[in-house]
């Protein structure tokens, strides 16, 4: 039984697809306007998804 709780929670959380691409556009709707808050945004978002 763990072991399906432990499957549901990597395919929700860690990998999911869905989520990493809204993370990935929220930069470019969010601060697109502005070129360095947009970089600086990037890379932050980067560096969390890869933790």
């Known amino acids: 039984m763990s072991e ?3 499957l549901f929670m ?3 959380i860690v990998n ?3 989520l990493t691409r809204f993370l990935g556009l929220c930069i470019f709707f969010g601060v697109s306007n502005d070129f ?3 970089v ?3 890379f932050a978002v980067t560096a969390v998804i890869t933790l």
Request: charged letters at 5%; zero cysteines; a negative charge.
């Open 16 to 18: 999911n697809f869905v």
């Open 10 to 12: 990597s395919a929700v």
């Open 40 to 42: 600086g945004m990037g």
């Open 4 to 6: 399906y709780l432990l």
């Open 36 to 38: 360095d808050a947009s």
